[in-house]
């Protein structure tokens, strides 16, 4: 995100209008009706002066926040996201992650212990063939990234709200959150989390998750933008206690809808 600048004579509004505009523009900042909301109005909206640095960044976190309402607001737990033909499949399937290829931690599957804990009746750990015997889902889906590119790829796993049923979740509770093997984590809201095309993941076109798609398992949801859909995931949590997220933490929405 650009840091505004004041000139001498204070902050160059036009410069700040084309700024703003272009981070409400992103996929992951739209308000409904934001083209016929001003500059101005946001400003009053949301209680800030936009006269320097500071109050611009809380300007754009008051704005972030209101999209996260509106998103949930709009949001149906019922409506599906477009599927394809395996033709359309988009090969190679891009990595991407917040680090090199030559970085992807490589988790030992034969020893590996998935953690589940918080407001769930078991919280035992689950081994990967534990998880591999649970009820299976396949999807073909678009996975839609905030930087403006999009992908779409073949998914195997199991409906996370099968998997949230068998671990007793308490479903009446806002989060889920997640812990990755690479320092990331993320948490959902719990509609999106029960949503019927929320997988958790193990397998990529057929075949064993690759590392640099997420081994051993992937939350995988075409309801959000691709950092929403955390990889190398070694423990679940259901909670009331607002998480964040490793991109949210920055600036990022955190319901990061597409």
Excluded at 200 to 213: C, E, V
Aim: proline residues 6%.
């Amino acid at each position: 995100m650009k840091l505004f600048k004041p000139s001498s004579l204070g902050v160059d509004r036009e410069s700040l209008a084309i700024d703003v505009r272009r981070e409400l523009d992103m996929p992951s900042r739209r308000l409904f009706g934001k083209r016929i909301i001003t500059l101005g109005g946001l400003a009053m909206l949301t209680g800030c002066s936009l006269s320097d640095d500071k109050s611009v960044e809380t300007f754009l976190s008051r704005v972030s926040k209101i999209n996260d309402s509106v998103q949930g607001w709009l949001f149906d737990p019922d409506r599906l996201a477009p599927t394809y033909t395996e033709a359309q499949i988009t090969r190679p399937f891009p990595f991407n992650a917040f680090y090199g290829i030559d970085d992807v931690p490589h988790v030992d599957g034969s020893d590996f212990r998935l953690k589940v804990s918080g407001l769930v009746q078991e919280k035992k750990t689950w081994t990967l063939d534990d998880l591999y015997a649970l009820p299976k889902a396949e999807q073909i889906t678009r996975h839609i990234c905030v930087e403006g590119w999009s992908a779409i790829g073949r998914w195997g796993g199991t409906p996370f709200s099968e998997f949230l049923k068998r671990v007793g979740a308490d479903t009446s509770a806002k989060y889920v959150g997640f812990k990755c093997a690479d320092d990331y984590y993320e948490s959902i809201d719990m509609p999106t989390a029960l949503h019927p095309q929320t997988l958790l993941t193990f397998t990529y076109d057929g075949q064993q998750l690759p590392a640099k798609y997420g081994y051993p398992m992937k939350l995988r949801m075409p309801t959000k933008l691709g950092y929403k859909n955390p990889k190398h995931i070694m423990e679940i949590f259901v909670t009331n206690t607002f998480p964040g997220g490793y991109w949210v933490d920055q600036g990022y929405n955190w319901f990061g809808g597409s």
